[in-house]
Nanobody, 127 residues
Framework: QGQPVESGGGSVQPGGSLRLSCEASGYTHSYVAWFRQAPGKEREGVAAIHTGAGFTYYTDSVKGRFTISQDNAKNTVYLQMNSLKPEDTAMYYC??????????????????????WGQGTQVTVSS
């Protein structure tokens, strides 16, 4: 199990789209999640996926706008972000959990289960 590596951040105008990628090998039946942290705020779980069963979880503020998905052949988890808002501006981190047992949405979007973290990629939404 290697450290996740994020890519795909950048700057975009409100209403625009970005796709983040997280390369995370060795997490075939586990959870991979995207978190974000804005300056002065706590790290927030945005979306998570169980890489074996395909279950997905989203925080309420991104439902209908963000989609988490995976490409198992590439060991990559994606976060497609549409209809971006200024309040989506943050450093986005990919994280992977060592185990894939049952979790509630609240658990899957909390930091506690995740031992492996990427370095982060910045997303800025501004006009």
């Amino acid at each position: 199990q290697g450290q996740p590596v994020e890519s795909g951040g950048g700057s975009v105008q409100p209403g625009g789209s970005l796709r983040l990628s997280c390369e995370a090998s060795g997490y075939t039946h586990s959870y991979v999640a995207w978190f974000r942290q804005a300056p002065g705020k706590e790290r927030e779980g945005v979306a998570a996926i169980h890489t074996g069963a395909g279950f997905t979880y989203y925080t309420d503020s991104v439902k209908g706008r963000f989609t988490i998905s995976q490409d198992n052949a590439k060991n990559t988890v994606y976060l497609q972000m549409n209809s971006l808002k200024p309040e989506d501006t943050a450093m986005y981190y990919c994280a992977a959990a060592p185990r894939g047992g049952p979790m509630t949405a609240k658990q899957a979007l909390s930091v506690r289960p995740y031992n492996y973290w990427g370095q982060g990629t910045q997303v800025t939404v501004s006009s």
